[in-house]
T-cell receptor, first 113, second 115 residues
């Protein structure tokens, strides 16, 4: 069966520091991968998606970037964090098909102080 | 980006009652998904709908894809304490044939159950 991992689970970082969040998927090959952000009590906002290694599409211009160095690895980064980057970050994967059932990881709670 | 209109925003019900929530949009969606999220965790997929008019059940949960393709509802029958959480609808606008499309999410319905 497929599983999706995110780490760290929680992170507290100072303003201006760099960021690297990692997401890995097991039990599937060539998945579509996604990064979402969720503000407290709100719905999810798509940040990036990837259909393959090195292929990244950005949905929302911001202080963040994404990379996909391996088939089942997706990384969310920032060179300098802002206070407004504090949020709950979720990674998701889906099979390449006409149907887009997306399966989410456990999330990373990021607090920028 | 566009958001789905999900209602109600919150529900306070007694254990054993039935629950109904819905999502509407001014645009057509080709896929509707319903997720449940508990505090500090990622959303878990409950039901996926692919055809207009489709009615699908998952245990005590039933969801329908509206005929107009602009709405969907989720019903929970005989609610129990573990049903507590935030329920999100999500839509996808087009079949991407292997490409990737992000989902458009509603703002969620907070379900609170009083014993």
């Amino acid at each position: 069966s497929q599983t999706i991992h995110q780490w760290p689970a929680t992170l507290v970082q100072p303003v201006g520091s760099p960021l690297s969040l990692e997401c890995t998927v097991e039990g599937t090959s060539n998945p579509n991968l996604y990064w979402y952000r969720q503000a407290a009590g709100r719905g999810l906002q798509l940040l990036f998606y990837s259909v393959g290694i090195g292929q990244i599409s950005s949905e929302v211009p911001q202080n963040l970037s994404a990379s996909r160095p391996q088939d089942r690895q997706f990384i969310l980064s920032s060179k300098k964090l802002l206070l407004s980057d504090s949020s709950f970050y979720l990674c998701a994967w889906s099979v390449k098909s006409s149907y887009n059932e997306q399966f989410f990881g456990p999330g990373t709670r990021l607090t920028v102080l | 980006g566009q958001q789905l209109n999900q209602s109600p925003q919150s529900m306070f019900i007694q254990e054993g009652e039935d629950v109904s929530m819905n999502c509407t949009s001014s645009s057509i969606f080709n896929t509707w998904l319903w997720y449940k999220q508990e505090p500090g965790e990622g959303p878990v997929l409950l039901i996926a709908l692919y055809k207009a008019g489709e009615l699908t059940s998952n245990g005590r949960l039933t969801a329908q894809f509206g005929i107009t393709r602009k709405d969907s509802f989720l019903n929970i029958s005989a609610s129990i304490p573990s049903d507590v959480g935030i329920y999100f609808c999500a839509g996808q606008k087009r079949y991407s044939g292997g490409g990737a499309d992000g989902l458009t999410f509603g703002k969620g319905t907070h379900l609170i159950i009083q014993p």
